[in-house]
């Protein structure tokens, strides 16, 4: 159990809805990250917050939007959902030295 | 910016068998270094990183690496493979600075015959 936290486990929704993933880090950890996994594209960075600001983007698409909270969890939300969205979406949380922790992920599926 | 390269897709070794997976980085200093293994429906767990230092690490379920700064090289090895170490394992390399971001490779899924 490496301490961080992702809800839901799963998701099946239809395309062109939205959903919002949620993470909560490590107890005292600052840093968090967001991964996309799909098969075709590997384990891809989308997103990174230190202590409730943006501090690098990766390959997020527009319709991906991020935010971490002042209790310094963190929701991902995905809007206009399509087919090609499906994957794995996993958290990861850091404290000093660079050494990232991740969830279990959520396994998204769109229809 | 940085890469990296798992050259193998899948290896297939049986159980007690030695293990070696190969992991090649492109980067113009020396990186940041790590080893993740993920188990079918799980996260990734960290299986040792390199940070400077001795350059043969030690990690967790009797994993370890070297780091060959000639040859851009962080292979992971394991004298004797069990079956429970059948899984996807991922090398990441990190610049020094900035936001630490790493750049993972594709991955080495692990087949272990009894």
């Known amino acids: 159990d490496s301490g961080v936290t992702q809800t839901p486990k799963h998701l099946i929704t239809a395309t062109g809805q939205r959903v919002t993933l949620r993470c909560s880090p490590r107890?005292?950890?600052?840093?968090v990250y967001w991964y996309q996994q799909s098969l075709d594209q590997g384990l891809q960075f989308l997103i990174h917050y230190y202590n409730g600001e943006e501090r690098a983007k990766g390959n997020i698409l527009e319709r991906f939007s991020a935010q971490q909270f002042p209790d310094l969890h963190s929701e991902l939300n995905l809007s206009s959902l399509e087919l090609g969205d499906s994957a794995l979406y996993f958290c990861a949380s850091s404290g000093v030295l660079e050494t990232q922790y991740f969830g279990p992920g959520t396994r998204l599926l769109v229809l | 910016a940085q890469s990296v390269t798992q050259p193998d897709i899948h290896i297939t070794v049986s159980e007690g068998a030695s293990l070696e997976l190969r992991c090649n980085y492109s980067y113009g200093a020396t990186p940041y270094l790590f080893w993740y293994v993920q188990s079918p429906g799980q996260g990734l767990q960290l299986l040792l990183k390199?940070?400077?230092?001795?350059?043969l690490v030690q990690g967790i379920k009797g994993f370890e690496a070297e780091f060959k700064r000639s040859q851009s090289s962080f292979n992971l090895r394991k004298p004797s493979v069990h079956w429970s170490d059948a899984a996807e394992y991922f090398c990441?390399?990190?610049?020094?600075?900035?936001?630490?971001?790493?750049?993972f490779g594709r991955g080495t899924s692990l087949i272990v015959h009894p």
């Open positions: 390199y940070f400077s230092g001795d350059t």
């Open positions: 107890s005292g950890d600052l840093s």
């Open positions: 990441a390399v990190a610049a020094r600075g900035g936001s630490y971001i790493p750049t």
